[in-house]
Nanobody, 118 residues
Framework: VQLQASGGGLLQAGDSLRLSCVAS????????TGWFRQAPGKEREFVAH????????HYADSVKGRFTISREKANNTVSLQVRNLKPEDTAIYYC????????????WGQGTQVTVSS
């Protein structure tokens, strides 16, 4: 699976943002796709994931209410909508994918930088 993320940029606090990740190389049936982020000087952290078949979502507590993950089967795309951006959302955002049977995320996109100024 190849993952190509896009949509990052330089934004201001309070702005909204939509990140997209296009998957290619195989069908994502029975897979899970997700987003992670890594802020400067910090470890990469989980943000959200969505099951491809049913669209079941799960979020990190720190982003609940502001982040929405979705997937579009027709375009093999998983998106992350962020509203009311905060400076602490500044990070490189990565999309990832794994089989629903896997215990680790073994496919990663290249990351897209999101910088939020106050």
């Amino acid at each position: 699976v190849q993952l190509q993320a896009s949509g990052g940029g330089l934004l201001q606090a309070g702005d909204s943002l939509r990140l997209s990740c296009v998957a290619s190389g195989r069908t994502l049936t029975n897979w899970i796709t997700g987003w992670f982020r890594q802020a400067p000087g910090k470890e990469r952290e989980f943000v959200a994931h969505i099951t491809w078949n049913l669209g079941t979502t799960h979020y990190a507590d720190s982003v609940k209410g502001r982040f929405t993950i979705s997937r579009e089967k027709a375009n093999n795309t998983v998106s992350l909508q962020v509203r009311n951006l905060k400076p602490e959302d500044t990070a490189i955002y990565y999309c990832a994918a794994r089989s629903s049977m896997a215990t680790i995320w073994n496919y990663w996109g290249q990351g897209t930088q999101v910088t939020v100024s106050s």
